[in-house]
């Protein structure tokens, strides 16, 4: 027996179908965590723990403050005026605003759109036009003039039968997700720069006052050459020898000062302010503390942590998305909507039923034949998805790469700062020994001054090496860090997007 609907059955039935119309194209799927079995590197390149050196603990990683593990309440106050001032991040945030907002004018299209509006004219009607010759309408010697006052308003919807609208959200949803994460990773990568500059500052600090102090050394040569000389025991050429040290010497000093400032001034502009405005910055590597143990993500975590590959992620959602925007281009739309107006020759007959019209309408259109445009739109969104996959596989293996050479270093800079103590020791030694041989006249200057040269390498090498234990355990806090907005807000998420 045939089943019949009533109207107001049917309308009953046919709204929640073209309410939840399906979305054409494939669903976004996370990428599978990569392999790493706990690991970073290669169980046979496996780092082996050094004494001394910081110990590596591989977990939940370091905190979102991961800075002040060194110690320095000037260098957290630093980081902290950089994330309220950085005009980089200002614009990275203002990006992000304007990416959440797009999701929301997106998520507006998919809701009915109403319009209202008046209008005023003035109008001479073409009677030839209708058939009418001049003067044939009783009254009437001509086209008619006349003022028509209007006021109405419509409203139209799409069902979004296919879902284009849908995945459009989608899609816009998880570029502003992107968004966030580019936003998160500025932030990391400024604290990171105001780091490293705070440390670059200390270090050349100590390498202008390990050059301040060699320089008193050149003095009391020049002072102990001239000594001699005026004794007897010596020569103008030791004196001479003693003098170009000292000179050669001196000529470092306006090199690194130049180092300092520059320093100085990339660290203003990163706090987001003037140099001048800076203030001293009187650092030095031994105001700084060295981590016990440095905390590490763990491998399988650090794709849901870090700010890169999880942009990484978020494009290649907004790619899938992007699939099934362009397939629902190739199926019909369907378009409802209707009009209301009111309009009078007289403005006070503009309210009066007299002048009322209306129309309800459906429409639907299909795409028959566009040149083979919509299939390719369709072919190319599926390329970028596919490009964004390998962009994020990419990303995820330069990022494993990265922290296994940072992990590596940690170690490494250990033994050379052993290596390089124990060259300063043997170096200083020398100086002491070769400077009392020459006091006593069983050895000249220039050995004095070679040992005094192999001492300052020896002084340089220390300090770059502190420097560069310190600059690798930051670049490592950086490389397994979450990201940090500033403002305490979490990625933009859309329920119909997930």
């Given amino acids: 027996m045939p089943v019949s609907f009533g109207k107001p059955a049917f309308l009953a039935f046919l709204l929640p179908a073209l309410l939840g119309g399906c979305a054409v194209g494939p669903d976004f799927k996370a990428p599978a965590s990569p392999g790493g079995g706990g690991a970073y590197g290669s169980p046979a390149d496996a780092t082996r723990p050094v004494a001394g050196a910081p110990a590596t603990l591989i977990g939940e990683g370091p905190g979102l403050r991961w800075w002040e593990a060194f110690g320095s309440q000037e260098m957290n106050r630093l980081v902290d005026q950089a994330m309220a001032n950085n005009h980089s991040l200002a614009a990275s945030n203002a990006t992000l605003e ?35 010759e001049p003067g044939a309408l009783p009254g009437l010697s001509g086209n008619p003039v006349f003022n028509l006052y209007s006021v109405g308003g419509g409203v139209s919807f799409d069902p979004d039968l296919f879902g284009g609208k849908k995945r459009a959200v989608e899609q816009a949803a998880a570029q502003a997700e992107a968004r966030q994460r580019q936003t998160e990773a500025a932030h990391l990568t400024v604290a990171g720069r105001v780091v490293t500059q705070v440390l670059t500052i200390a270090a050349i600090r100590d390498r202008i006052a390990t050059a301040n102090a060699l320089l008193e050394e050149d003095r009391r040569n020049v002072a102990l050459t001239d000594a001699r000389r005026r004794a007897g025991e010596g020569t103008m050429v030791e004196v001479l020898n003693a003098q170009s040290q000292l000179a050669n010497d001196r000529s470092e000093i306006p090199q690194l000062a130049q180092e300092l400032d520059e320093a100085r001034h990339m660290l203003a502009v990163l706090v987001g302010i003037v140099p001048a405005d800076l203030g001293p910055t009187e650092f030095h590597l031994e105001q700084f503390r060295l981590p016990d143990d440095i905390p590490v993500t ?36 369907l378009t409802l909507g209707g009009t209301y107006s009111q309009g009078s020759p007289e403005p006070g ?127 490592l806090y950086v490389a397994t860090a979450g990201g940090w907005t500033g403002d305490g807000r979490s990625a933009p998420q859309d329920a119909a997007a997930r």
Avoid: W
């Fill in 98 to 132: 304007n990416a959440r907002q797009l999701v929301a004018a997106a998520a507006g299209r998919r809701l009915p759109q109403v319009d209202a509006g008046a209008r005023v004219e003035r109008q001479e009607a073409n009677l030839a036009a209708s058939g009418f």
């Fill in 298 to 333: 763990l491998p399988s975590e650090l794709v849901h942590k870090r700010p890169d590959i999880l942009q990484a992620e978020a494009d290649i959602h907004a790619a899938t998305a992007a699939v099934g925007v362009a397939a629902a281009r190739l199926y019909p739309s």
């Fill in 349 to 475: 007959d503009i309210l009066s039923s007299r002048f009322r019209g209306f129309d309800i309408f459906a429409g639907l259109t299909a795409p028959l034949f566009h040149g083979g445009t919509l299939k390719a739109q369709k072919r190319g969104a599926e390329a970028s998805a596919r490009a964004a996959a390998s962009a994020y596989r990419q990303t995820v293996l330069e990022a494993f790469g990265q922290v296994a050479d940072l992990l590596d270093a940690v170690q490494s800079d250990q033994k050379s700062m052993r290596n390089r103590m124990e060259a300063s020791d043997v170096a200083s030694r020398s100086l002491r020994l070769s400077r009392r041989s020459f006091q006593v006249g069983n050895s000249g200057i220039l050995q004095v001054l070679d040992a005094e040269r192999l001492y300052q390498r020896a002084q340089s090498g220390l300090v770059d090496a502190r420097a560069r234990q310190y600059l690798n355990i930051a670049r």
